[in-house]
């Protein structure tokens, strides 16, 4: 079991999970500019500073304050700022101006970063049971941001008509076209999901993905691989986004309200053919590779077309009880996080790496969940209405953060994340 | 199994269903003005004039039209005024327009209707199979229609100062308050849900209540009866709609745009005493009556101050598997349609009439769902976003229209429908 | 000076043009059904009901219930109901609400007229000077509503795919198209505008058309007609309404956002032919008539493209100055109110009757304007703020309400009043 | 005569002026960090590195680009980003997404000024009289994004709950609170205003300014000064938020939309003292000193709460008709631009500096006036409609670039500029 969960906080190196994950975030950071690090590009994105002093803001609350006697908060002003949607710890700055706070600086902020990391690194040591769950959370917490900061940085960048880019292009990695998916049946009857206190004693995982409960499977089968760009591209020449009878009522308005014709970042050359615009600037499009950046509709629609549907959570978890975690194509901070081909091999195959996967699976409470009470009870439970799950893990997702219980959740009209989809079909 | 599902055509009573049915939806109108019947009071509703033309379309358009030779369109123009969200049916007038239509008057449309319905009973019994499915489908969304009805009068007229009413007050009924709520455990472990083929054989079913399939019940219990009106007041009293810790996010966003502090249609007395609004006007609170038009983040919020939850749809689904959906306080066209107290009974009760209940369950397909194809077809799946299940029946639904697989869905912040919640609890 | 201003209440004749105004708004009422009376199209616009019942309020409080002892009010609860926007006269129905207002019914309000009509029949002989005036004003106010009220009403009728008509067409009236513009010189230097208290006590004028006082002129001159129709569909073919050259900024997003490529009404036969739905219904365009229903953005856009300018307020009242308002195309109540051809004639035709003549003055007060104290004083000078004058007279004025110092003013984004332009040019 | 108009390039010294305006812009830019310089608060506001590229833009377009061979455009894709609102250069950036551009970076966009500079300035003495005549307006055009800039930032600021300053405060200089306001008598009659060819040739100024033009001057008296922040606090404090009788029925829905209380930028301590928040910080409020940041809504309810009225703009200009337009408090680079306490003397006051003063009229043509052709000619006329004149100049106006004929205009609803009132009365 101890493969399906992210790595915890073991007595023996106290500081060093905790540095790592702190660095992963700075290294990110570091190309931005000061104003790259300030501007907030829509509602739903928050600017770059503001996710490097939110995730400290955690540690320096919910750890140094309320459990490190005498530890003083680095400026008083602070907390207002970068507290996110925490109601049980006060007033905070309005979610879509956290686009205007151009001072503190991107180094200030830095420095702040690096005073509560001496300070929490000095405390580590010494923090009792508690404390140290906290400062778990606050790394999970903090990988989660890892990967917004990345989707938010490529949103605000796809807003610039000169087209900036992050990363270095990667060199072409020429690739076969994937054959026909091929149907991998899954269980039938009652199965297990969702995450138990025996895992919870090997690794962490957020309240929300618990308890393991018992479902049952009706019989079913899922593709072996997420849909690709190849077969997007079918799609759109097929007509997809111009067929109503494929498309959620809902889905329709929202393609006819915002004139979809493609992927979020996708773009059409003046000859006619598509590219994409990603962290590394204008990019051809991988035929091979999974398609990413569909919203729920798309990938419903999708499906649709196909005479299939998406899988449900409970499927998709059930077929990933076995898979490594670990070795898919995450993020680790080298080059740009891009969906690839998959690779060959037998079984059901990416299913941690690339894109997240939408499910049919509305984001609702498992049995016998329970929020935790207070302000960190707030993290997942208050976000149970109107969002779908998505599983696995994508491209910009840190490595060693992924589960099979993972819950990622997103509204159906999002796609700025790295979201695709695999399909699924009754038997 | 045949209590459980709704009458269906017989061939030995061709047309007594057909008229019973159709006749009720005269008489709902029967106190509409011309401009009553004309206006739209918001987006989400429609105008009483347009349920009674679009139900007629309905029969005109599948029925009349396409099986039976020789009919002429009772109006050409019609169709395009009439028809609701049938894509395939061809362009449509504007939703949000629906209320600008003064013309036809009401009087041409209850002429519309007297023709169509002419035609069809001279028509019904020279009908083969799948037009007369078609009939049956068209009574059943007539039914639907007339509770849709009454929720747009009710709402219309809930914005006029001057509060007129539809029905006369029905007389009081002093009920002894409820005591507390009993909990009644349901099975544990593998059930069925939805309907069947077999079921389908002894009555009608919309298609998204299909197919029957196996679900894992985990250990629960359900309250043995609604939360009433009197237990709101407590919610009300302790604070329930300024304490964010009990709402969802996206509920607690809703809460305080809309300034919302009681269910819809409560208004407060200058002394500072609630009343309701309802089709007979000004009326008192009945404190042992169901609560009524309260969103599912109400009800979330509510299920979370107790400390309880919300069913899931086959909790309710299985705990009603014996219940008869006809016996309980619903639809007969006499009186004001209101929630009454529970009649004194052991077991889970009220589960059909009164109000509709929400449960915590996404309105999403049942496991090897398909849509039926062509325009009828589109009636229930392209909804599969974003809703959530509501199960039973309400006091304004049609009795005969009931049974345990319906599935009624609403947007999580609507109430403008009987709707109030049952509470659950895991085990 | 008396053919400038409008009819007064003589003492002789007290009841006389009482009854004439208010039987001419019965009378444009009549076609109306129940419906067509109730609904509200827009939020500019008002229910018919709603002028008929608003202009009856109007006598109701500021004669009846102020002015002639032992009156009591038709209804306590309707002031809340039909006062407009005076805000001295305490809480009022929210404007966009009053569409939803289905009962009191047509023939209810028609009713409530009766009663009005008859307490003020009988009240109006023993009447003093201050009551009197109210009177006058409330007549000239009433006189304002049913011209709003065929607006509105057209407006209505316009959203209904059906195209229903309140008027039998005219018969066709065919006319010579007239010739190229003659330009008529005004005169330069000081001049004077406005109504003084000398006008006043010769007849009516709103508060707002003084004082009268002196402007000066610059050399310029005048057309002597309206621009027409075949002049306007010459400038949609030579692009006008694509090329943004021509627009003010503001017009020209006004364009962008609605798509705007022809007046308001206007239509596209599927043979590319344009039409226009008016009172009538469907009815072809008469080249030779002045065009109408343009906003201010779309006179300013047509002057600039012909190198031209629109008047002054003060260049068109002076040119007026002995022009007789009553001798033009004005509503009397018998057939379809529409712009006709100028009759062959010298000098400045047209200028009160066809359309009302955009000026690029803005609706600011006159030198030394004061409004009047309380109520009724809230009946121009608060809206002088963001709108433009017109002037003279449309199709649908009531004649004998028209006289050169009379300013109408509407937003420059509106038109669904008959609003025509004039050219102007400098000497 | 030459007194009344902005200085002119003089051929004896090409460079020095143009030199000393660029600096002048990149002085007031010195203290902003690239994230200031990249946001954009609002639609109505631009970046500061998009003004310092923008007025970059309009000299490499008009002069080096159209007048100067083998110049060679700094960077291709930038006139895309920086051209304003001149449809007749082509396609643009969409205004709301300025603040989307975090790079080029400041010091890109310093470089680009840069490179500009060093381009005119080398070109300066071998260009012709068209071309010369560009560079003033491009010079012109600089000096009113330098009060832009300034506004745009201190409205940036403002969103920050941390109160950035730009400026260190000035030492604070107690002043007499002036005495109740003098009423000085303006002339009655035919004067003229406008700006005509012979000032031209003495100077420049912006072409909606002419032609110099008669207009009649009714009797009437101007307060000698602006209404202090004493005199507001006084409005306030009598309810004049409160009371809709002195609002313009727009401005009061502007009011109540908006729970407006206050002029723009003031805020209230803890104790319930008024302090204001300027390009200084957090400061108190000068009693004695031009109330500012008020919006014409809010001067027009003040007027009338007094009984007086605004002056119209024709009143204004012939006061301002003596006076030296650079002897105020303007904009010079060196400490917060702040409205100051009028100075003793006689007459009428603080006309240029301070606060632009709000007139009663609209931004309409002057008599006789025609935009020029071309791209330059999109201007000022485009803008004539819907906005309102100020005249005089503020404290945040560089010195050199007022005189009495400039037309300064906002929308009503606008107050982000330094804007105040002065009385007028009639006699």
């Given at each position: 079991m101890a493969s399906r969960m992210g790595a915890r906080l073991k007595s023996d190196a106290p500081g060093q999970r905790f540095g790592a994950v702190r660095a992963l975030t700075e290294a990110l950071a570091a190309p931005l500019s000061d104003a790259d690090a300030t501007v907030q590009s829509m509602e739903d994105a928050s600017p770059a500073k503001w996710h490097l002093a939110h995730t400290t803001w955690f540690f320096e609350s919910f750890v140094l304050r309320d459990h490190v006697e005498g530890y003083a908060l680095f400026d008083e002003a602070w907390p207002f700022l970068f507290n996110s949607y925490y109601e049980a710890e006060g007033e905070?700055?309005?979610?879509?101006?956290?686009?205007?706070?151009?001072?503190?600086?991107?180094?200030?902020?830095?420095?702040?970063?690096?005073?509560?990391?001496?300070?929490?690194?000095?405390?580590?040591?010494?923090?009792?049971?508690?404390?140290?769950?906290?400062?778990?959370?606050?790394?999970?917490?903090?990988?989660?941001h890892q990967e917004l900061l990345l989707m938010d940085i490529q949103h605000l960048f796809a807003q610039n008509p000169l087209e900036p880019a992050l990363f270095d292009p990667a060199p072409a990695e020429p690739a076969e076209a994937p054959g026909p998916v091929e149907w991998i049946e899954g269980r039938t009857g009652e199965v297990e999901i969702g995450c138990g206190a025996a895992d919870r004693r090997e690794g962490f995982a957020f309240d929300c993905e618990g308890p393991r409960h018992k479902v049952y499977l009706n019989p079913h089968a899922l593709a072996d691989r997420p849909v690709t760009n190849g077969e997007w591209i079918e799609f759109i020449e097929a007509g997809g986004y111009r067929r109503h009878e494929h498309w959620l009522m809902e889905g329709w308005a929202w393609v006819e309200d915002n004139r979809v014709e493609a992927p979020l970042y996708w773009r059409k050359e003046k000859n006619g053919r598509w590219y994409r615009?990603?962290?590394?600037?204008?990019?051809?499009?991988?035929?091979?590779?999974?398609?990413?950046?569909?919203?729920?509709?798309e990938a419903d629609a999708y499906a649709s077309w196909t005479g299939f549907r998406l899988p449900s959570e409970a499927e998709w978890e059930d077929a990933a009880r076995e898979a490594d975690p670990a070795a898919g194509n995450q993020l680790d901070g080298a080059g740009e996080p891009r969906p690839r081909p998959a690779r060959p091999g037998d079984g059901v195959k990416q299913l941690f790496g690339d894109v997240w996967e939408w499910t049919q699976s509305a984001y609702q409470p498992h049995p016998g969940f329970r929020a935790a009470p207070g302000a960190v009870g707030e993290y997942n439970g208050k976000f149970m209405v109107g969002q779908y799950v998505l599983k696995g893990a994508s491209c910009a997702t840190p490595r060693g953060h992924s589960r099979a219980s993972y819950r990622n959740f997103f509204y159906p009209h999002m796609r700025w994340q790295f979201a695709g989809l695999r399909l699924a079909r009754d038997l």
């Open positions: 905070r700055h309005a979610r879509p101006q956290r686009g205007m706070i151009t001072r503190p600086s991107l180094d200030e902020i830095l420095a702040y970063r690096r005073h509560v990391n001496e300070a929490l690194g000095a405390a580590l040591p010494g923090l009792g049971d508690r404390p140290r769950e906290l400062v778990e959370l606050g790394l999970n917490h903090e990988q989660q615009f990603g962290l590394a600037g204008r990019q051809p499009i991988d035929l091979s590779a999974p398609v990413s950046h569909v919203s729920y509709y």
